[in-house]
């Protein structure tokens, strides 16, 4: 089954305390996505990656790392994480480099708490 | 830098009314549109897409979106509501070239059908 898949589902963590949020698809996307989700605000763009090893900041990306060594693997750090970063926090993935022409695949979302 | 503005933040429609949700962008060139929906504790999924041609596109679900150039708009229409179809609904806007690839989301509308 074509899938985006993440992990955690959910998490409550303490300040400072770094962490990592996997995201795997199997559909071979190039196109790799984070997002933020808050209330009043809707989704907003961390990081995304148009291929391996190609990564570029988004709209709010600051206190968040990401890396793509695979194709398939776009995990997002919180290298010290603190409560403004609690959130809900999807991936997605869409086809071909060009992110902004396709459909986009999205992640379960992962309920994030930063105490 | 592009922006998405979903003017009403929650709708209540009975079920068999039609809806109409409104989705103004804003960007220097054609943009790339998007409706997606999110039914509760779900991930985001596609209803449809604009790139170029006809201004009325066919989506799923019995939903459909014009764009109008003139006003900036891009809005969702539904001739007959069902109670299924009471879900957060996004209007998305894709921009970029080259190596720029961003993908920006409204705030997101709520509906909500009553019997």
């Known amino acids: 089954e074509a899938q985006v898949t993440q992990n955690p589902r959910y998490l409550i963590t303490v300040t400072g305390k770094k962490l990592t949020v996997t995201c795997s698809q199997n559909m071979n996307h190039e196109y790799m996505s984070w997002y933020r989700q808050d209330p009043g605000l809707g989704l907003r763009q961390i990081y995304y990656s148009m291929n391996v090893e190609v990564t570029d900041k988004g709209d709010v990306p600051e206190g968040y790392k990401v890396s793509r060594k695979e194709k398939r693997n776009f995990p997002l750090i919180l290298e010290s994480p603190s409560p403004n970063q609690t959130s809900l926090y999807f991936c997605?993935?869409?086809?071909?480099?060009?992110?902004?022409?396709?459909?986009?695949?999205f992640g379960p979302g992962t309920r994030l708490t930063v105490l | 830098a592009q922006s998405v503005t979903q003017p009403d933040i929650h709708i209540t429609v009975s079920e068999g009314a039609s809806l109409e949700l409104r989705c103004n962008y804003s960007y220097g060139a054609t943009p790339y549109l998007f409706w997606y929906v999110q039914s509760p504790g779900q991930g985001l999924q596609l209803l449809l897409k604009y790139f170029s041609g006809d201004t009325l596109v066919q989506g799923i679900k019995g939903f459909e979106a014009e764009f109008k150039r003139s006003q900036s708009s891009f809005n969702l229409r539904k001739p007959s509501v069902h109670w299924s179809d009471a879900a957060e609904y996004f209007c998305?806007?894709?921009?970029?070239?080259?190596?720029?690839?961003?993908?920006?989301f409204g705030i997101g509308t709520k509906l909500q059908v009553i019997p």
């Open positions: 997605a993935s869409s086809l071909g480099q060009r992110g902004i022409y396709n459909e986009q695949f």
């Open positions: 998305a806007v894709g921009a970029g070239s080259g190596g720029y690839q961003k993908v920006t």
